[in-house]
């Protein structure tokens, strides 16, 4: 039995990241051109964020979407949702489990509106096989998402697949495969933890097919479970060999132009109507930056500042009222200037949150600041990108940029201990660290994810329900030209 498995799509249907003009290596069309014909095919969620292509239909109010065809065109058995198909509550829930046409399996999700009915598990039957399979989502999301869940409730991954894989014993199966939208390395909140792959792997199931850190873990056995995580936007997929009597087998495949398109893709391809009407929609020009906002480097501007990171943080400020701002960029620096598209701006802030308004003492801001500060280090007069701020995963996303207060990072000092300036309007807030500020941030960073648990402690004064990237495109297009800002006084030592 050959079973193909991908996960983190994020709606990247076609060869390409909408940036580059020549086509890439990627693409749920790619990679399921390469599966067998008749054989399992699974996903583990995260289809509702990340695409340009998602913005074009959420524009266009498109909700039976590319990737929902895509999948039932080739054939999904079982979907399993990530924490981003959280992201837009019960109705995004719903929308996937009305145009999906394979099995909803979530097995620590309880619907409390009684539409969505997800399956704990199924037993499929094939080429005289019989296979069960689970999953769940990362608990996290009700971190995340906590305030979009009227409807859902989600409980603790680890207890819903012990239970799951105790049921599973009662079942006459030949394999035990479960689905956890999660990875390893644990973070918790509480009884809340993000990746317990580790402990999930101890459970006795033959296959544990992990996801949401878009690596590239290639198939090893870990605790009594043949493991793997198959990356993100269809560059990679798993595949996955069962035959009785034998241990499974499988390997991580990369999606290849020289695939030839199935014909049943191929069809989909000559009825999709959106591909020209997206393309334009994303090339349309908002408006004109008299400059360049820059992020022209990672370290460079971590070192000297980014002007994008200051536009970026005085629209949230004057949104807000905040005293504070904190924003951050994507891994691969984007810079604004000339004419810009809605391409231009999606690349330069892909992310779907919207904004939070926190109360926050001195001393919590430095405890958030000293995070973004271990983002490098200084090696033999060199400053390099830290190892140990992201192992495992490109985690640029998490190291902050501030606007509101001056402030300096001495990086010939401990992690930890880095935060050496922070000034407020005249007030050094290192030694009056109990004076209370706001400060206005990302719901995912308000969250207190990504290291910044100090945030998910701290009151709400005031949430926004329009998404960061509306609130851009409409200033860009309303204030051009679009001047570049006075640069944070910010110094790295």
Known sequence: MDIYYT????????????????????????????????????????????????????????????????????????????????DFGYAGLLEIRKHLHGHFVCANLTDTRGLIRPEQHVVIERDGLRVFITGVVTDYVNVWDRDRLDGLEVSQALDALRREYEAS????????????????????????????????????????????????????????SLVLQAGSRGEHYAHIVLEKGRAAHAEILPASLATEVSPAMRALCLADSSKTAAQSYLERIIGKIDGCLDDHGRISSFTGGSALADFINDIQLGLSGADVSATALVNNPVSLEGDVSMLDILSAYPFSNTLVKLEISGSQLKSAMERSAAFCDRIDGTVVESASFSPGKDERYNCDFYRGVSYTFDLSKPAGSRVTRLMFHGTDLLWESDTRLTIVLNSYRASGTGGYEVYGRLPVMESYDREIQDVLIDVIAGSSPVAVPERTDFTVV
């Open 169 to 224: 014993l009662s079942v006459n199966a030949d394999f035990r495969i479960c689905v956890y939208h999660g990875g390893f390395g644990p973070v918790n909140s509480g009884h809340l933890t993000e990746n317990a792959a580790d402990e999930i792997a101890q459970l006795g199931f033959d296959v544990l097919l992990t996801a949401h850190q878009h690596r590239i873990i290639r198939p090893q056995m870990t605790g009594k």
């Open 7 to 86: 996960s983190d799509t994020h709606s990247y249907v076609y060869p390409t990241d909408y940036v580059s003009k020549a086509p890439k290596a990627m693409g749920y069309l790619l990679a399921a051109s390469a599966f067998t014909p008749g054989s399992i095919v699974i996903d583990g969620g995260d289809i509702l964020q990340g695409s340009p292509l998602l913005r074009y239909e959420s524009s266009e109010g498109i909700e039976d979407r590319l990737i929902y065809k895509a999948f039932n065109t080739a054939g999904l058995d079982v979907f399993v949702p990530g924490n981003h198909d959280f």
